[in-house]
């Protein structure tokens, strides 16, 4: 059974860091892809950023590349997301998620990430006051 547990939400001051953990199990951490996505008040789930170790994909969503960067370690299957220059605009709950389709870690297919992955974690709030 595919598991998935996001970590390392909190309320952090615009311009501060905080660092969001995944624990993975049930799958091969390196063959599927792996995601950070997030959800604000009243609007759509999104992607922030997906890793495919197999397919050698690393995406970032516009509105974070520079500031956030995805991480992996295959040993103990847990993923990373290091959020730094955090803005107002990045509060939200932010979810794992995984599937063996690593199309989805591409820069096509991260399109289509948020609606099409089909393991998912509960989330983590982050909180970014102004």
């Known amino acids: 059974e595919v598991q998935l547990q996001a970590s390392g939400g909190g309320l952090v001051q615009a311009g501060g860091s905080l660092r969001l953990s995944c624990a993975a199990s049930g799958f091969t951490f390196d063959d599927y892809a792996v995601g950070w996505f997030r959800q604000a008040p009243g609007k759509e789930r999104e992607g922030v950023s997906c890793i495919s170790s197999s397919a050698g994909y690393i995406t970032y969503a516009d509105s974070v590349k520079g500031r956030f960067t995805i991480s992996n370690n295959n040993t103990k299957n847990t993923l990373y997301l290091q959020m730094n220059s955090l803005k107002s605009e990045d509060t939200a709950v932010y979810y794992c998620?995984?599937?063996?389709?690593?199309?989805?870690?591409?820069?096509?297919?991260?399109?289509?990430?948020?609606?099409?992955?089909?393991?998912w974690g509960k989330g983590t709030l982050v909180t970014v006051s102004s």
């Open positions: 998620a995984a599937d063996p389709r690593n199309f989805y870690c591409s820069g096509y297919g991260f399109t289509y990430a948020a609606s099409g992955m089909n393991y």
